[in-house]
């Protein structure tokens, strides 16, 4: 190890760590490529030093070696990554397609595969009371966004803007990134994250603009933001603590800590015919096909497929009963709005007729004639009315009313 730190100012490396532009992946990247370095006891220039049958030799026994380690395809591949792209960047030799024959494909579900239940959430939200936790498991399960969105690049308050008459927040996803969409939290979600800011503020904490939304609560801590290993932990944490029933499915768990939310966000979106399935795909930071490429919905548009789905993301029951009757009793006094206008409109019209001559009568749909009621005609008067002259014909008498049609 101390052989492969001490190379880190060799041009070898700085060309690799300059070839990468996310922090994230870099970070990956550089774990792998520490990984084999130490496998094959080599530091960076030692490897570039190797000619092209020896090297092919290392790199096989090394993807042998962690496959009988039963690691899965992805996690051989995301070991060979950061190994790839250094002997790339360095225009070093190597045969990538024999290396990946060698990575059997899983043959089985593997790990990762459920997503969590409402319940589950609920007995991680019941396990704990700190309300950065609180607001973490709200967020994930709101967003349904990967654990890099916490710090690829930081997430801070200039990112989240508060909807208007809709008690939930707007968030920037990777900010000033081609990757950038926008994510929204439902108002049980906000109400957790604006609790969590107003313990920040009680506690003396200057939140600015520039402030991380989720900020580390260790003082020596290196960094002033929740990383993503620090999420891992405190969910790690709470998942222990909740006793959620979760099965060991390899070196994984059939509920992955964090895609378990991402994949409960994508089953809601896309099991909900109402959602448009393209902006579905935005708000999961999906790319596939020409939508994904030059689809571009407005961030108004966003937010309007997803307050439809708004309902079965929230977690806690009562808020969703809450939720059901609130959309009933707007539904009723749209209902009885259309009926009152109804009812207005034919009455006005009923009037009208006794001013022709033929005294046109209409009917309701009992078949029981529509009676002139004093109050609805001063209501039209002051409603939907103003004083005009109306000309029926030119060779017949003018008819002078208050009101116009």
Known sequence: MQRVESQTESRAYKLFTRSISSPFTLKNYQYGLTQFCNYANLNYDEILKMDIEELQLKLENWVMELADKELRHSSILAHLHGVEKFLDINRKIFFRKPLHALIKHDKDLGGGSLSYTNKDIQLMLESTTLKREIALIHFFASTGSRPQALEDPILRMKHLEEIPNTNCYVIRIYDNTKEGYWAFLTPEASEALNKYIKERKFNHENITQESPIFASVEKTAINPHLTVNSSYQLLHKILKKSGISR?????????????????????????????????????????????????????????????????????????????????????????????????????????????????????????????????VIKKIMKDYVEPVEIKIDESLVKIKTDFNV
């Not at 994508?266 to 994904?292: C, F, P, Q, R, W």
């Open 247 to 375: 099965e060991k499915v390899g070196n994984r768990f059939d509920k992955a800590m964090v895609y378990g939310f991402r994949k409960r966000f994508n089953t809601i979106l896309k099991i909900n015919n109402e959602i448009n399935s393209n902006i579905a795909e935005k708000l999961m930071a999906h790319k596939k096909g020409l939508d994904g490429r030059y689809l571009t919905p407005t961030r108004e548009e966003c937010f309007t497929e997803f307050q439809k789905a708004i309902f079965d993301l929230t977690v806690d029951d009562s808020k969703r009963k809450n939720l059901k009757i609130e959309k009933l009793e707007k539904e009723k006094s749209e209902t009885e709005n259309m009926k009152e206008k109804f009812e207005l409109d034919h009455q006005f019209l009923q009037m009208f007729a006794h001013m022709v001559q033929d005294g046109i009568q209409l009917t309701k749909p009992d078949g029981k004639p529509y009676e002139i009621d004093p109050e």
